[in-house]
């Protein structure tokens, strides 16, 4: 079945440690996107990628870092700068073009700081 | 600038029908979408809506938009206690790849 799958579903980090999260998708979608969530509050965008070998900031981009060496992935790292870096993140996808680039999710990683 | 707004929680019995509310700022989106988040999942897409439509309807629900104040709703009608989630309104900002999303209405399905 297509879709996108986020690992781990969980994770823990200690303090000034660097940690990856993966991010797959098998819809031959071009775009891609990381997302944060955090309790009561929307997302904000992290990273998005519009194509192979090339990503942009997004909202939230300090602390985080990423790569698109393949158009099936995507992975974020959460690196030691990021000083809050508890939440919800969420990967994402859109077709480049048709459906109104229409974002499909995949089912979040929780990261938790220990 | 872009923003997308929501009321945080609705509570409903179940039977009754549920209208959860939406505004946003960017009068140039084309397109406008309801997402359901499940407690610990990703989000799934219920429904859009593109900007030149006043409604839409798939099975018990129903998307209306008023462009002129920029507000939509979702209607679920006979609401079950399966449709408590969070509710997400979104809107994408034309010319790039940026989709803006309200903060999400917790909706509570009683029984």
């Known amino acids: 079945d297509g879709g996108i799958t986020q690992s781990p579903k969980y994770l823990f980090r200690k303090e000034g440690q660097n940690v990856t999260l993966s991010c797959e998708q098998n819809?031959?979608?071009?775009?891609m996107y990381w997302y944060r969530q955090d309790p009561g509050q929307g997302l904000r965008l992290i990273y998005y990628?519009?194509?192979?070998?090339?990503?942009q900031k997004g909202d939230i981009a300090e602390g985080y870092s990423v790569s698109r060496e393949k158009k099936e992935s995507f992975p974020l790292t959460v690196t030691s700068a990021q000083k809050n870096p508890t939440a919800f993140y969420l990967c994402?996808?859109?077709?480049?073009?048709?459906?109104?680039?229409?974002?499909?999710f995949g089912e979040g990683s929780w990261l938790t700081v220990v | 600038g872009e923003d997308v707004e929501q009321s945080l929680f609705l509570s409903v019995r179940e039977g009754d029908s549920s209208v959860i509310n939406c505004t946003y700022t960017?009068?140039?989106?084309?397109?406008l979408y309801w997402y359901k988040q499940e407690p610990g999942a990703g989000l799934q897409l219920l429904t859009y809506?593109?900007?030149?439509?006043d409604m839409k309807q798939d099975q018990r629900l129903t998307v209306l938009l008023n462009k002129k104040d920029k507000h939509l709703s979702l209607r679920i009608a006979d609401t079950q206690t399966g449709d408590s989630a969070i509710y997400f309104c979104a809107e994408r900002v034309p010319g790039g790849f940026k989709t803006i999303f309200g903060a999400g209405t917790r909706l509570f399905v009683k029984a």
């Open positions: 990628s519009q194509i192979v070998n090339d990503f």
């Open positions: 809506i593109f900007s030149n439509m």
């Open positions: 960017d009068s140039s989106s084309t397109y």
């Open positions: 994402a996808s859109s077709p480049r073009t048709g459906g109104g680039n229409t974002i499909y």
């Open positions: 819809l031959n979608h071009d775009a």
